[in-house]
Structures are given as C-alpha cells and as structure tokens.
C-alpha cells in the first residue's frame, strides 16, 4: 500500500501536483489508470510513489513490495544474462550459481568432515531455494517471458546485446515475476507501470492486460494504450495540468470517459451563468458608482461579481498541441546515403549480416523485422552512433541526417531544455530557437529544466524539436510516436505525410506506416528488400 500525504511535485519551478492531507491513496485491488496530457505530470508523479524521485513538499510512506517500470528503464548489469536479470527478482539467480558451486565442492572434497558441512551448505542453499519457489519459479520465470515474446534464446543472451526494446520487456517480466501469484511471488506487490504496452506485440498486450485484471495487489498504470485502460482500470487519476491537481474518479474507464463529459458541461454551464450574473452585477455597479452616495453598495456589488467568478472549479483550457513540422530538407544528390555489406556482432550472436541498401532523394522505407532483430542497431549504424563489424556508409553530395533515437539518446539527460535545443542548432540564433521551442509547448522556466526530468511524451517532443532546426534531408525515425498523447501523435503522423526529405522508418505503430506510405521494405535479419505492399501493414498491425 502506499499513502501520500500533502504531496507537492515540481519539475524545476513549476508546480505539476498539489494535493492536501492524505489525498493519494494505493491499496490491494485498486487498479488506477494514471492520465493526463503529455507535461502534466504522470511520469514525475509516478516515480516519486515509486522512492525513485523526492517530492518538493509532504511524504510518501510504502507498506510491502513495490514494482516500477520507468519509460525508459536502463538499469541492471549489462554483463548479466537476460534470464538472470528476471530471477533476480526473487534473488534466485545468485541462488542457483551458489547451488551449483557447492555441487562442484561436494564432488571435490575428499576429506568426510569438509564433504559433510559442504552437504549441510548445499541442504541449507536448497532450503532457501525452494522456499522462492524453486524449480517451479525458474519454468514460470520462462513462462512470463514467453508471455512477453522473450524466447530462450534470448534469454541466454547477455543483456548488452538485447535491442532496447527486449531490455525493457526484460524488465517488465523481472517486476511482473516478482509480483505473481506463483509459489514464492507476491501477489501483493504494488505495480507502478509507466507505457508497459511499448514494444509489445499485439499477443502480449492481451496476455499483459489478463495478467494485470487478475493482480490482487495495487496497480497504477500510465498508458496511452485505451482499450488496456478500458478492460483493467477500476478508478482513474486525472491530473489537471491546468489547476495542478488530481480528480480521482472510482469507476471504470469507460465510466470515467462518460462523467468527464458530464464535468465538462456541468463546468461549461455554471461558468456561463456566473459569468452572465457576474456581468450584470457589473454593469449594475457602473451605473451605481457614478453616484457618490452608492459608491459603496457598487463596490460591494463588484466584489460579489468577482467572488462569484473565484469559487467556480478552475476553467479547463483545451489542452495545447505541439505545431510539428519536419524540416524543409536541405539540397543533396540523387542518392544520398548507400550502405553496403554492414555487418553488426555482439560476441558470438550475429545481429546481421551483408545488409545493402540505398536511400534515394525522398524515398520512404520502412524496416521490418521481429524484436530483437537488429532495426533499432541498423539505424544507430546509418546515424553514425555505431560502427559496423564489418561493412561501410557512403554518403553522398549534400546528405544531412536527422536521428531520433526510441530511446532518446540524442538528448542529454544533465542538460537542460534550453542547452539540448542549442546542441542540436548551434548556428540558429535565439529567437528562432525560443520560436521553435515554444511551437513545441517549451516555454518559460521549462527551458531551464533538466531533460532528465521530463516525461517521455516531452523527451519526444524534444527530439523532434531538434530534428526540425537541422535541415535534414535523410530522417532515421525509431519508434517516433511512442509516449505521445492521440493529440501530438497524430501532429507527428501528418508532419510525417508532408515531409519532403527521405526517410527510414522503425516502428510498431500501424498509423505511422500507413502515413509514410513507404515505396520498399527491408526485412531483417537478412536484410532482404521489397516493394511496399498491405501485406507488411498487415503485418505491423498483427505485431
């Protein structure tokens, strides 16, 4: 369970919450969709419930387990098996590596007294071992990964050479493992999930939203994912970007969906009418204050009319959306970016191998493949940000690459709004910047706020930022409309539609193919090229 009581949160000076006395409470059966518009909140919120963030003001208390999956998980030895990583959770995987060292040792010994206290240490290890659950945990561990489309093989990988995207399911089967109702899980456990549908396919979000329907422990969950909202919340936390608050509403999704329409026109009428009341009582103190002996009843009258105004609910304004536009693409050759033979190995696994393409002047490709097999590693070779095994880029006359990363490596984290946006435009001047920021909803004390406090929807909006001050004619785009509301989503997808520069696409997201209206596909692994055709978006949608 967790209580926050007299909570106030802050990103640099802005207030994004505020709520007196004990107002946010999480306790067993309570699953919470947390909403609200991209920069309300949701993310800093979550992880300060979460003890990964300090609050500016009040406390948060934590009875029992917690699991959190942040948006952009990147923690954990790289080193470390995938498989490790998940068992980790309940502590069985330096169980097991001890388990087979005292094996080892008791096969060594010869002497009786050392055989019989290694035997006892072994009895002593399995006894721990089996009170976690055991053998039984180990082939649910595999199950929950399977689940999330984490094969075996990928289980034995280190994690280093998982794409980003089989991390972060990594992680949310660590968390969803310790959390399980099997022998040796907490069912109890209080899940804070921040976007946990990203990166999965359309299996696994049905098996994810079973799963998460039947926790019996508390459940707060960020995404922008309806139809997960629709069949697993039971109340909603709306976070009032413009008042700094939080409606709690005890119902279902779509139950909430119908009283927030009701808010809204229960709102709209009394601030007609007061407003109309409040209009007369003014015009009725002008006419009074002309007059010396009534100048007092008007003034009365103006105060009524303002208190009147001050004890409606705080008007909610339509939620701004970012202006996004791609950049006008510089001039460049016929074809600007060709790559032959790239070849990329982690170790002994072999990403790919012997990968040919060319990117012609406004051509649209987009790159398919199953998770894991190397699209977001081939766009951080065509960026530059890694090196092939073996392989090479050629670019040609005039090529100006613009990367958005899926995981936003392009930003730096220390570096506030305002100095990211002058790293990715050096030579622009200043109020060109501030236009272009401000275009994106960065305005104010935001500029000064460190990215690595902003929610993903705003690192997106960031990285796109950059992308439109660099006059590129070639966009690598990995997973670009993920973490954004409907709204800025779709203002991604027509800017992708109008674009006039190439593009290289990776992505999940159906809508975003379909806006591209790509000519070719490359399919990985092989890196087999082909005509564009509905079979591939009917496979994006089916993935």
Known sequence: ????????????????????????????????????????????????????????AGSVSVIG????????????????????RVLSARGLDTLLRDLEKQQA??????????????????????????SLGGYVAESEAARICNSLSLPDRVLEQP???????????????RILFAASDGSGGKSNTTLLLD?????????????????????????????HDVDLLADVVNRVWFLDAVRSEVDVYNMTWKKYLDARATDEQRRKRERANAEKKAGALRVQAAKMGAKATKAVAAQNMLKRADKMMNELDAERVSDKTAKIRFPEPAACGKTPLMASGLTKIYGSLEIFTGVDLAIDKGS???????????????????????????????????????????????LDDRA?????????????????????????????????QPAGTLSGGEKTR???????????????????????????????????????????LVTHDPGAAAALEPERVILLPDGTEDHWSDEYQELIELA
């Open 1 to 56: 369970m967790i209580t926050a009581t007299d909570l106030e949160v802050r990103a640099g000076v802005r207030t994004l919450l505020s709520v007196p006395g004990p107002g946010i409470r999480i306790q067993p059966g309570d699953r919470i969709g947390l909403v609200g518009r991209n920069g309300a909140g949701k993310t800093t919120t979550l992880r300060v419930l979460a003890g990964e963030g300090e609050p500016y």
């Open 416 to 448: 506030s709004v305002w100095e990211n946006i002058r790293h990715a435009a050096p030579d622009a001047g200043e109020q060109d910047l501030r236009g272009l920021l401000g275009a994106f909803m960065f305005t104010g004390p935001q500029l000064e």
């Open 364 to 410: 649209r490709v987009v790159i398919l493949g199953l998770n894991g097999a190397g699209k977001t590693t081939l766009l951080r070779l065509l960026a530059g940000v890694e090196k092939p095994d073996t392989g090479s880029l050629e670019p040609g006359f005039g090529l100006k690459i613009g990367y958005f990363a899926q995981e936003h490596d392009t």
């Open 105 to 130: 040792l008791m096969a060594e010994v010869a002497d009786l007294d050392a055989l019989d206290r290694a035997v006892r240490k072994y009895g002593e290890l399995e006894d721990r071992f089996s």
């Open 195 to 223: 976007e946990p549908t990203n990166h999965l396919d359309a299996d696994s979000i049905a098996w994810l939203r079973q799963f998460l329907h039947n926790h019996e422990g508390g459940l707060v969950v960020i995404s």
């Open 159 to 173: 994690l280093r050479t998982l794409s980003g995207g089989q991390r972060r399911r990594i992680e949310l089967a």
């Open 65 to 84: 387990e917690i699991g959190y999956l942040p948006q952009d998980p990147k923690e954990g030895d790289l080193s470390m098996l995938a498989k490790d």
């Open 462 to 504: 960031l990285a796109l930022a950059g992308l439109v001050s660099s006059a590129a004619n070639v966009l690598l785009l990995d997973e670009p409309t993920n973490n954004l509301d409907p709204i800025s989503r779709e203002q991604v997808l027509d800017a992708l539609r109008t674009y006039a520069g190439a593009v290289v």
